[in-house]
C-alpha cells in the first residue's frame, strides 16, 4: 500500500516559470490587451499595470481582460478530488487515466490518506481507529483484486473498477486567471471539501504570491455565501 501527499503546484504562468516576475508580466500583458479597447497603448510604462488593473478590472469590472493570461498547475489529489475539479468546464485537463496505465507494470497505485484517517484538529475530526482499519483494509483488498484482475487477463480499463476515491490521480490544469479566481472562490471556502482545501489553500497562497493584485482579497475558510459576492 503506497500512500502519498496530495498536493498542487503552479506549472507556469503565462507560458513561463512561475515566479513574482512571470506574474508581473502577465499582468503588463494583460493592461495592453485591455489598453486595445482606446488605443491607448502608448501610455503603458513599466510600473502602470497595477493602476490600471485595479481601475479598470477591480473599479470598472471590466474582467474579461484577465481572461487574456493563463496559468497552468500541476495537481496530485484522490479520484473524488478530481471529480470535483473538473466540474470547473471552462479549463483545460490532461488527467492520469486508469484506462490506460497498467499498475502492475507502469508502477504501483498510489492512494491519498485522507485527513480525518488520523489526528487532524484544523479539519475538525478526531482519529478513531476503526475507521483507520477500515480504510486501510478497503485499500489492501482494492489494490490485491486489481492484481488478480490483471492476473486473469482483464485489462486495466476493466480491473480499474475495484479502485476506490482515494486512488491517486495525478492532472495538469490551464485556465486563464479570470477562471482561476472563480475556482478559488469556490473551492477555499469553508464549504469545500476538507481534502480540497487540503491542496487549494495552499495553492492560493501560492497565486498571492507570483500574481499580485488579482487573488489578494480572497479569504480562505469563508463562507461561500460571502466568498461569491467577490465573483465577477
Known sequence: MNIVKPYARLLKIH?????PKAGI????FIEWCGRI???????????????????????????SIVEHASATVDMLVDRGITHEVVR???????????????????????????????????????????????WESLIQHSEQAYCEMLKCGCPPQIARSVFPNALASRIIITGNLRNWRH????????????????????????????IPILFDDIEPMAKQSESVKRMR
Open 15 to 19: 507560458g513561463q516559470d512561475p515566479s
Open 25 to 28: 508580466s502577465a499582468l503588463r
Open 37 to 63: 479597447s482606446h488605443r491607448s497603448e502608448e501610455a503603458q510604462t513599466d510600473e502602470s499595470w497595477e493602476r490600471f488593473i485595479k481601475a479598470v478590472v477591480f473599479d470598472h469590472g471590466d474582467w
Open 88 to 134: 470547473h468546464r471552462l479549463f483545460s485537463f490532461t488527467q492520469e487515466s486508469t484506462r490506460f496505465v497498467n499498475y502492475e507494470k507502469k508502477m504501483p497505485p498510489s492512494f491519498i490518506r485522507p485527513p480525518w484517517i488520523v489526528p487532524s484538529d484544523a479539519m475538525g475530526f478526531t482519529d478513531d481507529p476503526r475507521v483507520t482499519d477500515a
Open 183 to 210: 475556482f478559488f472562490i469556490m473551492r477555499t471556502t469553508k464549504e469545500a471539501h476538507p481534502q480540497m482545501r487540503e491542496v487549494t489553500i495552499p495553492l492560493l497562497a501560492e497565486f498571492k504570491s507570483m
